[in-house]
Structures are given as structure tokens and as C-alpha cells.
């Protein structure tokens, strides 16, 4: 199996997906024009796809209130300090910072939407 896409529903995913394209460097690679207002977002390196839609005929989670580490978004970044300074200008909010080994942070923030978003630099990468 190859993964194909992971999916979420939002209050706003027409919001969401515009701040994680401005902001996060992702792509809209399909967006549905009518309700669920579907959104595929791409990361960089196009293996990765995140689908947010907005379907009030289901549950939509307490992003907000839920520990960050029951769910998260989690990003590769090159220089943590600068990505999480950005990111704060742009609405985020920090949570916590770990480093669980010599050479790697992690940094968890929430997005303007209550979303838990992490970002890391390991000392030694995934990929």
C-alpha cells in the first residue's frame, strides 16, 4: 500500500487550507468550490496530502481543547527558531518546546484554529 491522504474536518477549511498554503509552504492540489469545501493540500514535497473539509453532518472536533499529543500536524523545518518566529507572526501560538536528544527541537504551536502543529529539526532526519 502507498499512503495516499490524510483527512480532518474543520469548521472552516477554506481558512485553514489558505493558512497553511501562506504560511507552511503547502499546495492546494484540489478544492471542492461547494460544501464539504474539500481542500487536498500537498507539502512540499508532494508525498504527503492533507485533506480538510468542513462536513457539519459529522462530528467536528474540539481541535482546541484536545492534549497536543492526541493529534498534531508535524513538519521537517531547517532552522526551528526562525520557521516558529514566522509562524507566530502569522497568528500561531506557542505550546511547548522538547528536546528529546542532543541536536534535535521540537516545537509544538497551535495554529490561529486551535490546531496543534509541530515543528522539528532532528539531529538525524526521517528522509
Known sequence: ????????????????????????????????????????????????????YSNPSARIPDYESQHQLEYHMAFAVDNVGAVMKRLLDAGARFVEEVNPEEGTRLIMLRDPFGLPLQLCQRARPFH
Do not use: Q
Open 1 to 52: 500500500m502507498k499512503f495516499e491522504h490524510y483527512a480532518i474536518n474543520v469548521k472552516d477549511s477554506v481558512a485553514v487550507a489558505d493558512w497553511y498554503v501562506e504560511h507552511c509552504g503547502m499546495t492546494i492540489e484540489m478544492a471542492l468550490a461547494e460544501a464539504p469545501f474539500t481542500r487536498f493540500l500537498a507539502d512540499a514535497t508532494g508525498r504527503v496530502v492533507w485533506d480538510i
